[in-house]
């Protein structure tokens, strides 16, 4: 790993490669040029908006991260993309319904720019989805090396230096890891042969790797998170990330369950609901891709608690996470939440949670995070899993050995302690103890 002024510098464009040119792309596509032009700010960017203090308190150095490290422009990126459906990314904005037209009108030509190439797509592995946009190949490797071709074809014409993909497609159905997973060997074989323990975003995820193109993965899938791409992204040093993108309800429960634990306070159960209708809420109404989602969602709670640790507290709660799928509230997802909570003298208390988000509006700043991060994590020499980045993920990617941090505020100050690691500047710890000794 490179720190400092050894870091790679950004230079020329990035291109931005998208599976998936939905809700979620096209509102990362048009927020990125609506910014550029001036018309909108970045809200929800960690890497565009937000500060990082450096040395002690008394120093006042806070400056915005994106003037602390070395990360691409948002102005330097450019963007491509894959879909089962040929709409441009006007049209399929238009039709996903995220942003006004009036809105979308103000960076027309840019989204028209954006076609989507042929996609890799089984509907075996998304039952609700079907469309006419596909790739044909004799055998899941010939449609690896096809999506190779798209990227080479897309950084010859666009003139980018370097690439990034980040996975906005559907949630597939549940899958396990099983034996074709295991190497980088089984699993190129299992390509050959087809194998039907490889879904098509692990097609996407074994083409970026094996290119050396860092690779995010933003649905629940396990897509890259198995031991034959974790070993070929050593291979080939490329930064890994992945998975889900943490938005609505989950977010809550990394913000909310902490403040639990941190001030020990019981929980007796937890029952979550989610309303939606979009494409995401069609597609997780078959039980298959829910099952997916739900084992997503479900291991937050467990891994912020302890309840091994805290077996009075946490080790007899009720959880339960529902999902249904309602078209008239499209992108505008509501998730409700009631949490039977207990304190002092074991006396019962509730919480009840209704947040009324727009999934894409809080995913679209995770994407360009996610996007200049990677990159930046490539330059610095970096490989293989970015646990730095569990910031924005339900289920964040680490070793076997290790159990992942769902905290929110843990996850943080992880992100933010890894820049200043790449810049050598001084960890924090925030103990304050330093200041009162004399």
């Not at 730095?388 to 992880?414: G, N, T, V």
Request: proline share 6%.
């Amino acid at each position: 790993m490179r720190v400092g002024n050894q870091i790679e510098k950004p230079e020329g464009k990035l291109g931005v490669l998208l599976p998936g040119l939905g809700a979620v792309s096209t509102t990362v596509v048009a927020g990125t040029h609506l910014i550029n032009k001036g018309l909108a700010h970045p809200f929800g960017s960690l890497t565009q908006m937000q500060t990082i203090r450096l040395g002690k308190r008394t120093e006042h150095r806070q400056p915005l991260i994106k003037d602390f490290i070395p990360l691409a422009h948002m102005k330097d990126l450019v963007f491509g993309g894959w879909d089962i459906f040929t709409d441009n990314a006007h049209q399929a904005a238009m039709k996903a319904g995220v942003l006004p037209q009036e809105t979308l009108e103000k960076v027309r030509p840019e989204l028209e720019a954006v076609k989507p190439w042929k996609a890799v797509f089984d509907q075996r592995y998304v039952k609700k989805l079907s469309g006419p946009n596909v790739k044909q190949g004799k055998n899941k490797m010939e449609l690896a090396e096809a999506v190779m071709r798209d990227m080479e074809q897309f950084q010859k014409e666009t003139g980018a230096k370097r690439l990034v993909m980040v996975w906005c497609g559907s949630t597939e159905i549940y899958l396990q890891k099983t034996a074709v997973h295991d190497t980088i060997e089984t699993f190129e074989k299992g390509l050959k042969e087809n194998s039907p323990e490889i879904p098509s975003s692990m097609i996407y995820a074994y083409a970026a790797v094996k290119m050396g193109i860092p690779y995010a993965n933003g649905a629940p899938n396990l897509s890259g998170d198995i031991p034959a791409m974790l070993e070929l992204s050593q291979k080939t040093k490329t930064p890994v990330a992945g998975k889900d993108f943490k938005t609505g309800q989950t977010l809550m429960k990394t913000i909310i369950a902490p403040g639990l634990k941190a001030r020990m306070l019981g929980l007796q159960g937890w029952f979550s609901a989610n309303i939606l209708g979009n494409r995401d809420g069609e597609v997780l109404d078959d039980p298959d891709s829910f099952k997916t989602k739900e084992v997503s969602k479900m291991s937050v709670l467990d891994n912020i608690l302890e309840p091994n640790l805290y077996p009075n507290l946490y080790g007899n709660y009720y959880h339960k996470v529902r999902i249904h799928y309602y078209p008239p509230r499209g992108d505008a997802k509501e998730g409700w939440d009631n949490i039977d909570i207990f304190g002092w003298l074991g006396l019962p208390m509730q919480m009840k949670v209704d947040f009324l988000c727009r999934d894409s509006i809080l995913a679209a700043p995770i994407v360009l995070d996610l996007i200049l991060f990677l990159d930046l994590a490539k330059r610095a020499g970096m490989k293989g899993i970015q646990e730095w980045l569990s910031f924005y993920w339900k289920s964040p990617m680490c070793l076997p050995e290790l159990q992942p941090e769902h905290d929110l505020f843990i996850q943080h100050m992880k992100l933010k302690n890894t820049l200043r690691i790449l810049m050598n500047e001084e960890l924090i710890d925030h103990s304050g103890l330093d200041y009162y000794e004399k």
